[in-house]
Nanobody, 122 residues
Framework: QVQLVESGGGLVQAGGSLRLSCAAS????????MGWFRRAPGKEREFVAT????????YYADSVKGRLTVSRDNAKNTAYLQMNSLKPEDTAIYYC???????????????WGPGVQVTVSS
């Protein structure tokens, strides 16, 4: 089993940057693909980005391509989401998740963090 905890959220002005971290417990972090998802106010949770076990494969939602970058450090059991050029529409609760496949579907992820709030002011 894997326990995940996100950090690094907060309030930032439009155009600013944040880096989210997802710390994982256990010694099997490197055996999981890691995904990032978000839920904006009044909306369903949606896919943001995902990264393969070794970090070679990365996929992004069209809405964040070129602005958000997913990465991981398996030695530190941590995944990251670097968020640049933030927009007010990026305001959401951000979740990291661990799963067996590098996919966009939330149903394919087995473990989830509690989420962290990101608020982008205009």
């Amino acid at each position: 089993q894997v326990q995940l905890v996100e950090s690094g959220g907060g309030l930032v002005q439009a155009g600013g940057s944040l880096r989210l971290s997802c710390a994982a417990s256990g010694r099997t972090f490197s055996s999981y693909a890691m995904g990032w998802f978000r839920r904006a106010p009044g909306k369903e949770r949606e896919f943001v980005a995902t990264i393969s076990r070794g970090g070679a494969a990365k996929y992004y939602a069209d809405s964040v391509k070129g602005r958000l970058t997913v990465s991981r450090d398996n030695a530190k059991n941590t995944a990251y989401l670097q968020m640049n050029s933030l927009k007010p529409e990026d305001t959401a609760i951000y979740y990291c998740a661990a799963g067996q496949a590098v996919v966009r579907s939330q149903e394919r992820y087995d473990y989830w963090g509690p989420g962290v709030q990101v608020t982008v002011s205009s």
